[in-house]
């Protein structure tokens, strides 16, 4: 069993409202001195260091991972990626490194080739906001949630029991999946649905709406997730999101077509049988 | 200004979650005398007795419908078009009849040739549940809720205040729509979801939904309501629901292309134009 393990200093690239959210967790559980952030914006660290998210802000990306014992990138992941090339030349030996993008292969892959400094581990914590920026953000966001962490074949079993045993602590449960496991099912929990969130609202006339019921409300409320988060995540995980996109037009082909034939038997089946899915979620 | 119309004898075709919740709304409010219920089954009879949502319990159609001032049929939709034949030759003189289906334009061009001998308005209580059954009926289910009202040129205009009048007293505040504008639009609002709904939850496997988060069960929740209503929707309503279906195909097939394309662009564009108008629902 590992001992609570103190970070001297946590550096956080991107602090909106994941980033910002985990530095007033490190702090409220006491597991970094001192908590670094980076943003391409001076404006975006003041608002983080008001919030009280951050001790510190760079964004220089040297100054800002210089003595860094853990960096986590809570960035878009196309951001992520991009930052494993920026930190690699400034990064403290044995820095760990960890993200918390919302799609694991691509980052693992490139994070396993450009991070020749930090060891690398891919995590995903579950949980989130319509909401964007540090103004929303909170200590207890991680508080009875889970995490998936996705580890390989190449992925130090010391950083994995480290960075498992920091999440714990913020209060998530862990479970490890692969990198690829993880992506083919989060392409249908989450990415496939924010996609058809996204083309019911697009596809209901303005004046429909003023009719909306807390149904439609609730089914569409991902809709309103930051578009940059999501259009990185279509491109990051495109195969499989395309795979489960083609699983539901299929699905939705046959109710079309049982529809038009008036196969009342069959539709009765098909709610029924996703009914029986549904309520086994509770 | 109408004063207050207590009616003699209310009966309500169908005593399960609706039907139940109107008799115990109506008794609350002292808005009739007598509730009588009409089921097919008299151990639903029995049920919504013991409930207190209904006084008297007929399976007969002649006796429940006898000396009534006000029949409400709160069956699925394709039930409450069967019922006109039945209830007709027993109604009392001047009867109101009206109902509580999703879909209108079928049940009132069907009622306003079967039902010679009542007056009829077709009606919408934008209230329900996925739960079923009069054990989770409730008095207060229609308080701060909406009721859309569907009058034709053939309406009588005093039984439109009192219908109107009626759900106003029970918490609603009503709205009129011609029967094909409510069905146009409840095919895009509420039909559509619900197929998303059953079509994403279809096509999910079973071993991807131990994983599955608060959004995906948000935006599932629906699919959990009762195939049998849903069935009679997308019968009743074939072609609106057909035409909001093919529109939301419509872009999701978009979505596919620009995915493949990587246009980044166009998925930013796209996503944020959807949650401009998520966002003024609120």
């Not at 495109?238 to 939705?252: E, M, N, P, R, S």
């Amino acid at each position: 069993m590992l001992r609570t393990h103190i970070f001297r200093r946590v550096t956080i690239v991107g602090v909106g409202f994941m980033g910002g959210s985990l530095g007033m967790a490190l702090k409220k559980q006491g597991l970094a001195r001192e908590v670094v952030g980076i943003s391409l914006h001076q404006e975006t660290l003041d608002r983080a260091i008001k919030a009280q998210a951050i001790d510190l802000g760079f964004t220089d990306v040297r100054e800002g991972v210089a003595n860094a014992e853990l960096v986590v990138l809570a960035t878009p992941v196309q951001t992520i990626i991009e930052y494993f090339s920026l930190i690699n030349p400034h990064l403290r030996r044995g820095c760990l490194v960890t993200d918390m993008g919302s799609v694991k292969s691509e980052v693992v892959i490139k994070a396993e080739s450009l991070l020749t400094a930090g060891f690398f581990i891919g995590s995903h914590p579950l949980t989130g906001s319509e909401k964007n920026g540090v103004e929303h953000a909170h200590a207890d966001l991680f508080q009875n949630t889970r995490c998936i962490m996705t580890p390989t074949a190449k992925t130090n079993p010391v950083v994995k029991e480290k960075i498992k045993f920091l999440w714990t602590k913020l209060g998530m449960r862990v479970d490890f999946l692969s990198p690829d496991e993880h992506d083919k099912i989060f392409a249908q929990i989450s990415h496939l649905p924010h996609l058809l969130a996204y083309a019911l609202m697009e596809s209901i006339p303005p004046e429909s709406l003023r009719h909306a019921l807390q149904g439609f409300k609730d089914l569409t409320r991902i809709a309103s997730s930051s578009p940059s988060v999501w259009d990185d995540i279509c491109l990051t995980n495109a195969q499989h999101i395309l795979h489960a996109l083609d699983g539901t037009v299929k699905q939705l082909a046959f109710l079309r077509k049982v529809i038009i034939q008036r196969d009342q038997k069959n539709l009765f089946q098909f709610f029924t049988r996703a009914k029986e899915k549904q309520d086994s979620l509770h």
